[in-house]
């Protein structure tokens, strides 16, 4: 019966609304059975779970997991590498300029206030999107039409831009992370209506596009990922009432390309049987190519 008032009652918060309250957790990430009156700080929690038996064994194995766990720990707190100040700064930028009151004071476009207005205010008769999915959008427009013009956001971009450089020279990458059940297709489909509505309404832009790639991990999750599609029977645009009924003819144009990222593994050009393979091979084994060149997967998978 460990820790019974936080089982008792572990969520404090209601979804709609930015947290105001936490528990408190110890260094081991277990609660403390306090409750902080502000929202949690941004931090790696790792969480180690303790071993039902002791034994020589398990000590050692719980041991090294420590070490090898104290040792990412390590490597994430580096300062040229460790995101949470900036996670922490974007956020803090992010509320200060979602509480501004009128929308002129906002800095977007007007199609992207008019979204931003129907996502907090708008009085959905189904689902209303959650707290947490609107703040995810709302970075997204933060970081592309906002912080641009903002001298203070500097070293934000240049934290992003060496960040991307180190990990993938030349794709330009912006990680949006929420927890398991949060709705990440809905905030998908709230950054397709940001980005088509106001492609659609200012042509002549150069930060908005009406094309989108996405990429499942698997059959079963790109499926389910059709409900981005605006022609789609359960399509999240009008089902979950995700934009005002005046974009609905801008959401329509958007063109969406949903395949799985087995699309984009190198395919073999060259059907060959193990005996075969090793009779080519030769006595050197020297290895034989028989996968198609990134030239050719390009050419396969872009139609």
Known sequence: MGNPLFFEKPILNSPYQCPSRHWQLDEQGQPTQRIENSRRDVRYVS?????????????????R???????????????ANDPTPYIREIRSQVEAWRNLPDSTQWGVTPTTARLLQHWRHHQF????????????????????????????AKRIFAHLAASNAEANPGLNRIALKLATGAGKTTVMAMLIAWQTCNAVRDPKSKLFTTGFLIVAPGITI????????????????????????????S????????????????????????????MLEGPTGSAIKTLETPGQMIHRVMP
Do not use: M
């Not at 969480?47 to 041991?63: E, F, G, L, N, W």
């Not at 959401?251 to 005996?275: G, M």
């Open 47 to 63: 969480p180690i779970p303790k071993p039902r038996k002791k034994s020589a064994s398990s000590t050692d194995s719980q041991s």
């Open 65 to 79: 997991l420590n070490l090898k766990l104290e040792a990412e720990r390590s490597s994430k707190s580096d300062a």
């Open 125 to 152: 008769t189904n689902l209303k999107p959650f707290f947490c999915q609107v703040e995810a959008a709302e970075t997204a427009i933060w970081l592309t039409e906002v912080a641009p013009k903002r001298p203070a």
């Open 222 to 249: 790109k499926d389910r990922l059709r409900v981005l599609l605006p022609n789609d029977a359960e399509s999240y645009y009008f089902n979950r009432e995700l934009i005002p009924t005046e974009f609905a003819e």
């Open 251 to 278: 959401i329509n144009k958007a063109q969406i390309v949903i395949t799985n990222y087995h699309a984009f593994k190198l395919r073999e050009v060259l059907e060959i049987s193990k005996v075969g393979r090793r």
